[in-house]
């Protein structure tokens, strides 16, 4: 098992002092090379949990297991080393860095893990269509061309578990469909688990294990009650 989610509760505080649920997940859990679909309406906390999942943001209450870690049990930096290890995230808005090359961008990423293989950023930049866009800085790349940056960059440290937040929100129809047939591809070549949430029918229908996020997320259906 890759991934086991137990019980896990996040909150905030508005501005007036009352506190709101995001995340009420009693259980979620992920065997190693599965890949799934959570469908979610915008402000659902689709990306809450993904960020709880990967240890960005801490939960309030109960467990995130990751590789047989449980993350509540780590402090910072061995949460930030499994995270690197373990981990890859394909963010919505890209958040590349815009004063770096291309390849620059993938070994930033590899430094957090096992350390930079600049063989290696290379060779995933040309699986993903870039091999002469290396040295462009974003700046100077299309947004799909970006998109494909980013997909390599969170493929860099042959992660267990890649996780993918609207990761074709900001693409147009045609790109979207390449985006999303490369992430599924590249991620099943490395035996990748692939979480992703979208509110895209198009994108949702693609893959055969697809949960509504309001189903396993306890607080949205008290919202919704």
């Known amino acids: 098992m890759v991934l086991s989610v137990n019980n896990l509760k996040k909150s905030y505080r508005a501005p007036d002092g009352e506190t709101s649920m995001v995340v009420d997940v009693a259980s979620f859990a992920m065997e190693s090379g599965a890949q799934v679909a959570l469908r979610g309406s915008s402000g659902s906390g689709k990306t809450t949990f993904l960020n709880l999942v990967a240890g960005i943001l801490q939960a309030d209450s109960g467990e995130v297991i990751l590789c047989g870690k449980a ?52 060779a995933l930049l040309e699986r993903v269509g870039l091999a002469d866009r290396m040295h462009y ?60 949430v979208s509110h895209d029918d198009t994108v949702l229908e693609q893959f055969d294990t697809c949960q509504d996020f309001d189903d396993i997320n306890h607080a949205m259906r008290e919202v919704a009650s």
């Open 71 to 122: 993350l509540h049990q780590l402090n910072e930096s061995n949460r930030d080393q499994l995270r690197a290890r373990s981990i890859g995230y394909v963010f919505q808005t890209f958040n590349l860095l815009q004063g770096y090359t291309a390849v620059e961008n993938v070994l930033l990423g590899m430094l957090f893990g096992p350390g930079a293989d600049r063989a290696y950023a290379e």
């Open 137 to 196: 800085r974003p700046r100077q790349l299309s947004v799909g061309q970006q998109q494909r940056v980013a997909v390599a960059r969170a493929l860099a440290n042959h992660p267990d578990l890649v996780l993918a937040d609207e990761p074709t929100g900001n693409l147009d129809r045609h790109h979207a469909g390449e985006s999303l047939a490369l992430i599924r591809e590249i991620c099943k070549e490395n035996e990748a688990a692939l979480l992703l």
